[in-house]
């Protein structure tokens, strides 16, 4: 039998003959898609009298005195093209918009309109076929300019909300260290239930904020898009950490901390992009309950990186090290918020974060398993529901 099959194999192909063999199914392709479109797309063309597909999509606003800036995304097929703007119930005059918008590009517009601050505002914008887009300010605050006190700002608030409060958590490992191991089997579960609710929330925030105001990209999609390459990232960064030995016991302290560090990072970058544009659009007093609400929630995040080390003697600088991996992206975050926030950019970090957490949750489960191989008991069910309704509870307050 083994000579029969050697017998039907192939020298392998090489050179230009190999690139020839991948190329053909795409040069065919691409006449097969020429021909569909020269024929009309369907071949029958558009019926005559069919409404046109208009979708546009606020991005952004910005205020300035005496005038409303509104960034707007077409997420529709065909051009689009704004021909009057309204604010509440008064024809306004502006600039932009009156050039066709094409498929999937952004325009600007320019409200001359004299804003109060601290009033709430309805904006309506009329397309050429008679479609409304509406948007609304709650409260209207002049827009921060990017100068170096705002960046400073910025910086300073991703501090307290992602570097403080994880420092802060890293202070239990004493704790971790001094309890015992079924006790350690605990809490590595509630630090399985602290980081299942940070999936939860980050898709929940991804899901929403697609829908809202990234439509254009692809929506929800780009939130699971997200989710699936950073968890296979953050596997394939796992394989590589950890020896062969580690591997089969599932588990090491060091390199899970680490991974915990990243995963924890990455949801501390999705914060940090709302605290930044919630800063940038002038909600200051929102800003600021957001920062009150994630330095509470955070400190937990610091108990889930010292708890894979709670069996080991780290180092004061792999501590800090690991607590500025995890909370400075918040900075980051703030930063990108504040000047460049983009929705399907948040969209898709928001999934990011999600799948990093997820990965780091499945290379912790293996550590909660009794002395008889099983890791879904009581023990483990009742630290999961705690570290659940420990950042339930805290986010409350966000």
Do not use: C
Request: aromatic residues 10%; charged residues 10%.
């Amino acid at each position: 039998m083994a000579a029969e099959g050697q017998a039907f194999e192939r020298p392998p192909v090489r050179g230009a003959r190999l690139w020839l063999y991948g190329l053909v199914p795409l040069v065919l392709l691409g006449l097969v898609l020429g021909l569909f479109f020269a024929l009309g797309g369907t071949g029958i063309g558009k019926p005559s009298g069919a409404p046109p597909q208009e979708e546009l999509s606020v991005e952004r606003t910005v205020l300035r005195p005496g005038e409303i800036e509104v960034r707007v995304r077409n997420n529709g097929l065909d051009d689009v093209s704004v021909a009057q703007a309204i604010v509440n119930d008064a024809f306004v005059s502006f600039t932009g918009g009156g050039a066709p918008i094409g498929h999937l590009e952004s325009g600007k517009l320019v409200l001359s309109y004299p804003w109060i601050g601290g009033e709430a505002y309805e904006i309506s914008l009329l397309l050429s076929s008679g479609t409304t887009i509406a948007t609304a300010i709650e409260a209207a605050v002049e827009t921060p300019e990017a100068t170096l006190s705002f960046y400073g700002l910025m910086a300073l608030l991703g501090t307290y909300v992602g570097i403080i409060p994880v420092m802060l958590g890293l202070l239990w490992l004493p704790f971790f260290r001094a309890v015992g191991w079924r006790w350690f089997r605990f809490l590595m579960a509630v630090t399985v239930g602290l980081l299942l609710f940070l999936v939860v929330e980050a898709m929940l925030e991804g899901i929403e904020t697609a829908q809202d105001s990234a439509p254009a990209f692809g929506g929800a999609l780009l939130v699971f898009a997200g989710a699936l390459f950073a968890y296979l990232l953050l596997k394939a960064a796992d394989t590589r950490l950890r020896p062969e030995k580690a591997k089969s016991d599932g588990f090491t302290g060091a390199n899970v901390a680490l991974l915990v560090a990243i995963g924890i990072g990455l949801h501390n970058l999705s914060e940090g992009l709302g605290i930044g544009a919630a800063y940038a659009i002038g909600s200051v007093a929102f800003g600021t309950f957001l920062v009150v609400g994630f330095t509470i929630q955070n400190v937990t995040e610091g108990l889930a990186i010292v708890a894979p080390l709670s069996k080991s003697k780290p180092q004061i600088s792999r501590l800090l090290a690991l607590g500025l991996l995890a909370g400075a992206p918040a900075i980051v975050g703030a930063w990108i918020g504040s000047v460049a926030f983009n929705a399907s950019l948040a969209a898709l970090l928001f999934g990011v974060a999600a799948g990093a957490v997820v990965q780091v949750a499945e290379v912790i489960w293996p550590a909660l398993r009794d002395s008889a191989g099983r890791a879904v008991n009581f023990l483990s069910l009742a630290g999961i529901a705690l570290g659940f309704g420990i950042l339930y509870v805290t986010s409350l307050f966000t």
